[in-house]
C-alpha cells in the first residue's frame, strides 16, 4: 500500500520560508518522479512543481519559480518543497504525488499524471 505523508505546513508571514516534506511507503520511492500540487478554498489543485526520479529534472509553476525549490532524498524516502518570499496568494493545502513513471510526463502539471495522493498539509501566508 503507497502512503505519502506530508508535513512541514504553518502559518508563516509574507516573505518568510517554509519548508514541506513528504515521506513515502510501499513502492520504490527512487523509481517514480514526484509532484508537488496545491488547493486553494473555492479553487481547483494546481500544479506547483514536479522532480524526476533522481531529481536532476525539475519542473515549476510559473507563479512559484524563483521562490520555490523541490528536491528530494531517495534514501530517505522523501521530497522536499522548499517555499521563500512566501505571499498570501501562496496560502493553500499542499499536496505531494507520486508520479506513473520515473520521468516528468508530458503532462507533469496535470493531476492524472499522478496515481498516488498525500492528505495535504495547510499552508497559510498572513499579510
Known amino acids: 500500500q503507497v502512503q505519502l505523508v506530508e508535513s512541514g505546513g504553518g502559518l508563516v508571514q509574507a516573505g518568510g520560508s517554509l519548508r514541506l516534506a513528504c515521506a513515502a511507503s510501499g513502492r520504490t520511492f527512487s523509481s517514480y518522479a514526484m509532484g508537488w500540487f496545491r488547493q486553494a478554498p473555492e479553487k481547483e489543485r494546481e500544479f506547483v512543481a514536479a522532480a524526476s526520479w533522481s531529481g536532476a529534472n525539475t519542473y515549476y509553476a510559473d507563479s512559484v519559480k524563483g521562490r520555490f525549490t523541490i528536491s528530494r532524498d531517495n534514501a530517505k524516502n522523501t521530497v522536499y518543497l522548499q517555499m521563500n518570499s512566501l505571499k498570501p496568494e501562496d496560502t493553500a493545502v499542499y499536496y505531494c504525488?507520486?508520479?506513473?513513471?520515473?520521468?516528468?510526463?508530458?503532462?507533469?502539471?496535470?493531476?492524472?499524471?499522478?496515481?498516488?495522493w498525500g492528505q495535504g498539509t495547510q499552508v497559510t501566508v498572513s499579510s
Open positions: 504525488a507520486s508520479g506513473r513513471t520515473f520521468s516528468v510526463g508530458r503532462y507533469y502539471y496535470q493531476t492524472s499524471e499522478y496515481d498516488y
